[in-house]
């Protein structure tokens, strides 16, 4: 298999840089690197990837949502683009939940996000929806938009008590979610 993209690690500049407005989404380049995301991020099992993760300044990212190991409760939700997203409000309730990141790997943190989103965003066919997101999927919403804005989960973080490494955080916190 050829290695399609690399995932950057927080320390590369691009992690922590605002991301460019795609303007021409249906330019067929631009649909062919989507296709190959789609194919890597599949490839990887994860709830989304957002394009500076792997090296593109750009406002798009991919969200998914299936139950795992991680996250037992996660609703189940096909891959599917966000591209030029805006999150138009949220609401005033707060929930910590545990967060990690293909960029950050091998570390948890206990995350504060909005529990409920109202979001706008075009699909890969260019067309605009605006929809709200609750819970779990608001969550994956604003983890991946923190990437196009040039920040990570830990930004977020209140206290460096609530950052464990992943061996750790399954030890203590899956087991027990599983009552072992």
């Known amino acids: ?25 249906m330019n067929p380049a631009f649909q062919s690197q989507l296709d190959k995301l789609m194919d890597f991020v ?4 994860g709830m989304g990837i957002a ?14 949502s299936h139950p795992n190991a991680r996250y037992p409760h996660a609703p189940d939700v096909p891959a599917f683009f966000v591209i030029n997203p805006e999150i138009i409000s949220t609401s005033s309730t707060q929930e910590k939940d545990w967060e990690g990141c293909l960029s950050l790997p091998g570390i948890r ?8 989103i109202h979001v706008r965003y075009q699909t890969r066919q260019a067309e605009w929806v605006e929809t709200r997101y609750d819970g779990f999927l608001a969550r ?5 938009f923190d990437h ?9 973080v209140e206290s460096t008590y609530e950052v464990m490494m992943e061996h750790e955080w399954q030890e203590q916190i899956v087991k027990n979610r599983k009552g072992l």
């Open 1 to 25: 298999m050829t290695k399609l993209f690399d995932i950057f690690q927080l320390g590369h500049p691009i992690l922590r840089q605002p991301t460019e407005r795609v303007e021409d989404i």
């Open 42 to 45: 599949m490839e990887k099992g």
């Open 51 to 64: 394009a500076p993760q792997v090296g593109i300044s750009q406002r798009f990212f991919i969200m998914s």
């Open 109 to 116: 943190g206990l995350v504060p996000r909005h529990t409920k």
């Open 140 to 144: 994956v919403f604003q983890h991946e």
């Open 148 to 156: 196009l804005q040039g920040h990570v989960f830990l930004d977020r």
